[in-house]
């Protein structure tokens, strides 16, 4: 009876180490998001009115007037080099927007999506329009690309 207690704490143990090994899940890369970057001529970011409620995605909760634009290759090069190491997540509640990204192409917008800046202290939330995927990179990363893309 104690070799069969024994054996069973081994083989416990071998599962167990095994288990570890494993790779942790990961969500799937935002195709759309990739795709929207990939196809746009201008991504213009819009800065939220003050006096707005923070989960409000209408547009007219925005400022109308751009006050930063990726307007050249390189730029839209540069903001799609700041998702390269992004943590991925999943479903994403509780972000705020206080900036909606805007995908243009020409002038026809084709995608746009939101950026939380406050809930997380370093580090800026991107996310779909439904929450349903997001992407976090670094708070100072992106306050040096909005520096670069700020019209004057």
């Not at 054996?7 to 935002?30: A, E, F, V, Y």
């Not at 195709?31 to 209408?58: M, P, R, W």
């Not at 307007?71 to 700041?82: A, G, R, W």
């Not at 800046?117 to 997001?134: A, C, E, M, N, P």
Request: aromatic content about 14%.
């Amino acid at each position: 009876m104690r070799n069969f207690f024994i054996i069973i704490l081994i083989q416990l143990t071998i599962i167990s180490c095994n288990q570890k090994n494993k790779k942790t899940w990961q969500p799937r890369k935002d195709e759309q998001f990739y795709g929207a970057v990939d196809s746009c001529t201008k991504i213009v970011f819009l800065t939220k009115k003050e006096n707005q409620h923070e989960y409000s995605h209408d547009d007219s909760a925005f400022v109308a007037k751009e006050k930063y634009a990726a307007e050249n290759k390189v730029q839209i090069q540069n903001f799609k080099s700041l998702f390269k190491n992004a943590e991925r997540t999943a479903y994403c509640p509780d972000s705020k927007s206080n900036y909606m990204i805007v995908f243009l192409n020409k002038k026809k917008q084709i995608k746009q999506y939101f950026a939380d800046t406050i809930k997380l202290k370093d580090r800026v939330i991107v996310f779909q329009t439904g929450y349903q995927s997001s992407q976090i990179i670094g708070k100072t990363a992106w306050n040096n690309f909005l520096e670069e893309v700020k019209l004057k």
